[in-house]
């Protein structure tokens, strides 16, 4: 059976701001991006119930081959069955360079009948040709599909050369301003036109699609988008075990970077071995110290819904590094705090991205990140 999950959803406001120094984003083997795509009933609403699949869904998209001729990916997606189960499925895409260079259409979506290359085609954004236009000529026709077995969506966009916009990424777990190309049209699928903006980073390898949006039907601009994802984290694989541990020592408290769960489950993805392994090592160079693993979340749906996601998500944590990476698990407590700490805005999609995280903290000598919530031996 044929299956998708929708690419659809909410956006945010930019900020616009002088050009900076430009952030490097490298196009290499490991790199992980993570791309959100918003729950619109919830996000806005917030009305869920405990017992449906509720937020903001996280398409998980890893490089595994960079090379002269293409850039290999494979995306983490959640696939469902004819029942309604849920399940896991890898799927692998190759972008061909000839088609980074100049291909019209992108495909957002991950789909389970996708072979592994669709020609004339891109992926994580539009083609360099596309990107060229918008920067020299201020205009560019852009073509996309959510998926590539769904009607093309297209249309003429006009750039916004001369003004720089700063979208916000959490790369490494910490957050940085990229600085994004905007660009704003109608896109028509033939039956109906919708107004539409394109943010891109602008990279000579890979540029990226930083946020896609796009509003009602025959609606003009401002409009409050309908539809929209955004890419919200980029975690590389250049993080040394030893600045873990530097920082928790330092600092007390650190957020990992690279931990991926499976959409509203506390099931750990195959993608977040690389910071288990680093939280292992990081913890054998501090041998006897205790530590506590923390789970948190955005504020979607209910506060016991939340405490118990992160409470799960903080445990899966802990079994993992005791049954797989030899941690000892007498030195390991975990705490589920839901949403109660956030550490962003739970407005937008990046900003809950940043909240919905696991933070690993020791207990300081003079006890100030001690915690009694929902802790577990």
């Not at 990226?208 to 025959?218: H, W």
Request: aromatic share 6%; charged share 20%; net charge negative.
């Amino acid at each position: 059976m044929a299956i998708w999950l929708t690419i659809l959803l909410l956006g945010l406001s930019m900020t616009v701001s002088n050009a900076t120094e430009q952030p490097s984003v490298p196009v290499v083997p490991g790199v992980v991006y993570v791309i959100a795509v918003a729950n619109v009933t919830d996000a806005t609403a917030k009305t869920s119930t405990d017992n449906v699949a509720q937020g903001d869904y996280e398409l998980i998209v890893s490089l595994t081959r960079v090379d002269d001729e293409a850039i290999s990916e494979s995306a983490s997606i959640d696939a469902f069955d004819a029942s309604g189960k849920q399940r896991q499925a890898a799927i692998p895409r190759q972008v061909q360079r000839t088609d980074l260079a100049s291909a019209p259409l992108q495909i957002l979506g991950f789909h389970t009948d996708d072979t592994p290359v669709l020609v004339g085609t891109t992926s994580l954004g539009p083609s360099l040709a596309i990107v060229k236009a918008l920067v020299t000529d201020g205009r560019s026709d852009y073509s996309f599909r959510n998926f590539a077995n769904q009607p093309t969506i297209s249309g003429t966009l006009d750039s916004e050369i001369n003004t720089t916009f700063m979208f916000p990424v959490l790369i490494n777990g910490q957050r940085v301003e990229l600085r994004a190309l905007r660009a704003t049209g109608q896109m028509s699928t033939g039956t109906a036109t919708r107004p539409f903006e394109l943010l891109i980073y602008d990279d000579s390898q890979q540029p990226l699609a930083l946020r896609i949006a796009y509003g009602p039907r025959n609606g003009s601009f401002p409009f409050k988008p309908e539809f929209a994802r955004e890419i919200v984290r980029i975690d590389t694989p250049t993080l040394p075990s030893a600045s873990l541990a530097e920082s928790l020592q330092r600092d007390c408290r650190v957020e990992i970077p690279g931990i991926y769960f499976d959409f509203d489950r506390a099931t750990l993805k195959p993608q977040s071995r690389q910071a288990l392994i680093d939280i292992a090592t990081a913890l054998r160079s501090q041998p006897g110290e205790p530590v506590r693993i923390e789970g948190h979340t955005d504020n979607i749906g209910s506060e016991r819904y939340n405490d118990d996601l992160s409470s799960r998500r903080a445990a899966a944590v802990r079994v993992a590094l005791v049954d797989n990476y030899g941690a000892d698990a007498d030195l390991i407590s975990t705490a589920g705090l839901g949403a109660r700490r956030p550490v962003d805005t739970n407005d937008t999609l990046a900003g809950r991205a940043h909240n919905r995280r696991v933070e690993l903290v020791r207990v300081c000598a003079d006890g100030a990140v001690q915690s009694t919530e929902k802790q577990t031996p």
